[in-house]
T-cell receptor, first 113, second 111 residues
Framework: SAVISQKPSRDICQRGTSLTIQCQVDSQVTMMFWYRQQPGQSLTLIATANQGSEATYESGFVIDKFPISRPNLTFSTLTVSNMSPEDSSIYLC??????????FGEGSRLTVL | GESVGLHLPTLSVQEGDNSIINCAYSNSASDYFIWYKQESGKGPQFIIDIRSNMDKRQGQRVTVLLNKTVKHLSLQIAATQPGDSAVYFCAETFNDYKLSFGAGTTVTVRA
């Protein structure tokens, strides 16, 4: 198993601002994943973050809007840039352990006014 | 694109009864499937998984069934308890890489 800590757990932001979400893991992992969960919806993969390389973004998500950092094997950040109300979502950090299980953090609940 | 979907968005179950949550997947190449439970205000929690070389896997009060012929996955919860009330997601992946999630089924347990 793994312990994943996300900060902030929730925030209310103004339109046009940016927010950086932090994800700290208690063990070293190669691949970390960032998901978005819009209100009442399922989870959608934003990008895969590998340590030492650029993040790989899924269709519909771009680096300018969701820049990701992965400075070491236990930490990653996701920034939601130039926010609009449509960005109001839960943003979830996740990682895969050796047997294939994907663990999730508790999520960062973002409301954009 | 390929996607995973759920047959029913909501399920109401009497406490003590068994629950069955269904999931249809469309990618015949998917080889690993996971069920997650998400309680209100929390992140998804792993329940049980199954690989494509199996048809059935049992855990504590939960059983996952995989029918590759019709690309169908189900989660059975025995003796449903109030704490089982949550949204349940199935997810699929190929080669243990990216997970694709279904729409989710909201399970409500009646006392």
């Amino acid at each position: 198993s793994a312990v994943i800590s996300q900060k902030p757990s929730r925030d209310i932001c103004q339109r046009g601002t940016s927010l950086t979400i932090q994800c700290q893991v208690d063990s070293q992992v190669t691949m970390m994943f960032w998901y978005r969960q819009q209100p009442g919806q399922s989870l959608t993969l934003i990008a895969t973050a590998n340590q030492g390389s650029e993040a790989t973004y899924e269709s519909g998500f771009v680096i300018d809007k969701f820049p990701i950092s992965r400075p070491n094997l236990t930490f990653s950040t996701l920034t939601v840039s130039n926010m609009s109300p449509e960005d109001s979502s839960i943003y979830l950090c996740s990682l895969r352990v050796g047997n294939g299980e994907l663990f999730f953090g508790e999520g960062s609940r973002l409301t954009v006014l | 694109g390929e996607s995973v979907g759920l047959h029913l968005p909501t399920l109401s179950v009497q406490e003590g009864d068994n629950s069955i949550i269904n999931c249809a997947y469309s990618n015949s190449a998917s080889d690993y499937f996971i069920w997650y439970k998400q309680e209100s205000g929390k992140g998804p929690q792993f329940i049980i998984d199954i690989r494509s070389n199996m048809d059935k896997r049992q855990g504590q009060r939960v059983t996952v069934l995989l029918n590759k012929t019709v690309k169908h996955l189900s989660l059975q919860i025995a003796a449903t308890q109030p704490g089982d009330s949550a949204v349940y997601f199935c997810a699929e992946t190929f080669n243990d890489y990216k997970l694709s999630f279904g729409a989710g089924t909201t399970v409500t347990v009646r006392a």
